[in-house]
């Protein structure tokens, strides 16, 4: 098969390639496994309309067709899909938040994101591990110094499902994080600002940037229902 012509043939391709995308066609046989996931588009060798794994796990093809249909309908502040924007990562920390509901802990998640890349995820530990310190945030940080290789993480972005704790918030300060996205607010123990801002407190030598009520509802519903559950328990 001629892989340059299948990919001249496509109008989506035509246009990636026009806006200066290198989707080039090295060889690869369509249907190979695109290798170029999470790399970005220079990194992307498979051309996105020929590759039949492209359209799932090709980061690349998304995050061009995306900028292309961004660029050319009629909506373009609302994208198909956006895997950089804080919604996504929330999801996933979400995710996190119901395997830690699955293993009957306080459903909290945590990612850390890094270039655009997750670091670090981890779910609330406190009953498994019989460790008052194993919040979701604190596992997260432990495991992003590890992927880093450094305690400082001020390049990183810690995405969490309910505002952190004092505990929290501290280590989160401690690691320099740069900034924070929280889902659920907690009005009588929040440290980002609801009962208390470490984050930002002034006499502190480090103050992350903060943005809360991303995917509040989802959060918000997650824990209510593990409470509740929790109650009607006895
Ligand atoms: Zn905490």
Known sequence: MDFGRSVAARPYAVGIQAKGLPHTSPGQPPGSACDCIGRGPAACFVSPMSCPFSARHCLSYRLALQGLLNRHMSAPDEPIIDLQSDHYFMGEAL????????????????????????????????????????????????QAEEAVGDWRLNDCTLYVSKEPCPMCAGAIVHVRLARVVFGASDLKAGAAGSALNLLQFPSLNHRCEITGGVREQESRSLLQRFFSEQRSRG
């Open 95 to 142: 995710r996190q938040a119901a395997k830690a509901y699955a293993a009957e802990e306080v459903p909290v998640g945590a990612v850390i994101v890094r270039d655009g890349r997750i670091i670090a995820r981890s779910y609330n530990q406190v009953e498994l591990l019989k460790d008052a310190t194993a919040h979701a945030e604190m596992l997260a940080l432990t």
